[in-house]
């Protein structure tokens, strides 16, 4: 039986911002996924779901090096030291 190539890793920051009680409000993951943005946003969410509460995940804006993540493909490639931003839904106002 052929050895199957070893998942190439990614390692990117993922900051959540705008809630106090996530902690930490950064945290670093080595992503084991091959280097796209569809199969990391995967990874990112399972991740997420221990530390963020689902219902905060649900309608976030998710920012990947200052681009929102909607105008890119899932076939966007990663690189070392990407950054993920996480922000909430905000409501209220003055």
Known sequence: MAQSDPVEKV???VKVVGRRHVQPSEQTWQLQVEP???PALDA???EL???VPAELLHGCLV???GKNVQA???ETKL???DVFMIVPPVAGGC
Do not use: F, W
Request: glycine share 14%.
């Open 11 to 13: 390692r990117v920051t």
């Open 49 to 51: 779901g221990s530390s």
């Open 36 to 38: 796209k943005l569809g």
């Open 79 to 81: 690189r070392d030291g």
């Open 44 to 46: 990112l969410v399972e």
């Open 63 to 65: 920012i990947l090096n």
């Open 72 to 74: 890119l493909t899932l």
